[in-house]
Nanobody, 125 residues
């Protein structure tokens, strides 16, 4: 099983990035795929996820209206479109898969089962 995230980089405040995560070698059904991030000195937090049963997206309050999660099933890829980026969005971003989905606690990293390596996002002028 491999989750390969890419698309990070350095961007100025107000700028945009699109992260991609390609899932390969996974034969089991999974019920949630999402993005988490970890800023320096902070715990990892859930940013956004998408339920695979109904394609409903979930977002942490701090990114609502700025970040959009989407999925291309044919390409086994999940995206995170990041607009109006702020310095506080600076973090390493990880994609993860959960074999079960809990709508009221989707943001808890302990509920995710497979993780990819992160991609660095730096928002700075």
């Amino acid at each position: 099983v491999q989750l390969q995230a890419c698309g990070g980089g350095l961007v100025q405040p107000g700028g945009s990035l699109r992260l991609s995560c390609v899932v390969s070698g996974f034969t089991l059904p999974y019920y949630v795929i999402g993005w988490f991030r970890q800023a320096p000195g902070k715990e990892r937090e859930g940013v956004s996820c998408i339920s695979t049963s109904d394609e409903r997206p979930y977002y942490v309050d701090s990114v609502k209206g700025r970040l959009t999660i989407s999925r291309d099933n044919a390409k086994n890829t999940v995206y995170l479109q990041m607009n109006s980026l702020k310095p506080e969005d600076t973090a390493v971003y990880y994609c993860a898969i959960g074999l079960n989905f809990y709508s009221t606690s989707w943001y808890e990293e302990d509920l995710m089962d497979y993780w990819g390596k992160g991609t660095q996002v730096t928002v700075s002028s």
